[in-house]
Nanobody
Framework: QVQLVESGGGLVQAGGSLRLSCAASGSIFSINDMGWYRQAPGKQRELVATITSGGTTNYGDSVKGRFTISRDNVKNTVYLQMNSLKPEDTAVYYC?????????????????WGQGTQVTVSS
């Protein structure tokens, strides 16, 4: 089976930096889009950044110029470099990926989510 394992969350002061990682493992045939989403208490989940298999990126307006998404297709890993962090960035950050598996008999494509990693920015 496929798993997404996130790491890098924690507590930082405003203005600081943090790098999140999300590694996919398992019977992976290919990975299409990957991305990061976040959800703060009492709020809807919002897009942070996405990246296609070809490297095309898209960012939410609130993080443009501060966050950078990247991926390593050899390691099946997506990263989120977060700079100039603000208290309003505090949320649970979720990794997302569209993955095709090959069981040996047939292909199966679906969306996977990580369990989330907490990012807390203090003022």
């Amino acid at each position: 089976q496929v798993q997404l394992v996130e790491s890098g969350g924690g507590l930082v002061q405003a203005g600081g930096s943090l790098r999140l990682s999300c590694a996919a493992s398992g019977s992976i045939f290919s990975i299409n889009d990957m991305g990061w989403y976040r959800q703060a208490p009492g709020k809807q989940r919002e897009l942070v950044a996405t990246i296609t298999s070809g490297g095309t990126t898209n960012y939410g307006d609130s993080v443009k110029g501060r966050f950078t998404i990247s991926r390593d297709n050899v390691k099946n890993t997506v990263y989120l470099q977060m700079n100039s962090l603000k208290p309003e960035d505090t949320a649970v950050y979720y990794c997302n990926a569209q993955i095709t598996e090959y069981t040996g008999t047939y292909y199966r494509s679906r969306e996977y989510w990580g369990q989330g990693t907490q990012v807390t920015v203090s003022s």
